[in-house]
């Protein structure tokens, strides 16, 4: 049912250059068409390696504005903020100019996502997105079973950004993220998984996409998809 296919490399310091490469070649073409580009990326431990070889990559990082595909609802001065993590990782050496577009802010998750929804749109089309994926299948903060799911995979929302409660079994608080509608605009999609227990998840999700919300992004068309897996 899907095109998608498991890249798969020998060491992940492999699988993470290659990631750092993909974002940094959709950066590139962003840059080289429009003068400018966007990044949105994925929190987690995972992507920390992506982003320390991205931050030593030379490229117009003053004409580069960078976002999250999700956030916690906690200050960027929580241990736990994406925002903290992609601030040590990301924006700083090379990467030190470019520009960051915070998801969260002060107020209820409902009014921090209607804020993050009009400062996000103008970032729209993305030119590179990293994501990552958990061992449920979720990914961004779009987890199965959350009251959110249904209107964070709607393909024809006009949302960007949505608040994601705190739930059972996931997440234990409440969450920013990117709807897959704003996520699907984009020029790259970049999925980076370890482990043998997340790829086959992903087999999983790409031989039936409804299982796991994952499968929502192998199943649309808009954009193009590349799984890239270590073990």
Request: no cysteine; aromatic share 6%.
């Amino acid at each position: 049912m899907s095109k998608v296919v498991i890249e798969t490399f020998d060491s992940r310091d492999a699988a993470y250059d290659a990631a750092a490469e993909a974002v940094a070649e959709a950066l590139r073409a962003g840059l080289r068409t429009k003068g400018y580009a966007s990044l949105a990326g994925a929190g987690g431990s995972t992507p920390a390696p992506v982003y320390e070889r991205l931050s030593a990559m030379p490229l117009a990082w003053d004409q580069v504005t960078a976002a999250l595909v999700d956030e916690r609802f906690v200050p960027n001065t929580a241990p736990d903020s994406n925002e903290k993590l992609l601030r040590e990782h990301l924006l700083k050496d090379q990467a030190a100019k470019a520009r960051f577009t915070p998801m969260y802010s002060d107020g209820a998750p409902s009014e921090a996502a209607a804020v993050a929804s009009k400062t996000h749109a103008k970032l729209l089309p993305l030119d590179a997105v990293l994501l990552g994926m958990g061992e449920d299948g979720h990914f961004a903060s779009l987890f199965p079973d959350n009251p959110a799911l249904e209107e964070g995979l709607d393909l024809s929302s006009r949302k960007v950004v949505i608040a994601a409660p705190a739930g059972e079994p996931a997440p234990p608080q409440t969450r920013l993220t990117f709807t897959l509608a704003a996520l699907a605009q984009s020029r790259s999609l970049v999925l980076l998984v370890t482990g043998a227990a997340k790829k086959a998840v992903v087999e999983a999700a790409l031989d039936d996409p409804a299982r796991y919300p994952i499968g929502a992004v192998f199943a649309q068309t808009k954009a193009p998809v590349r799984v890239l897996w270590a073990a």
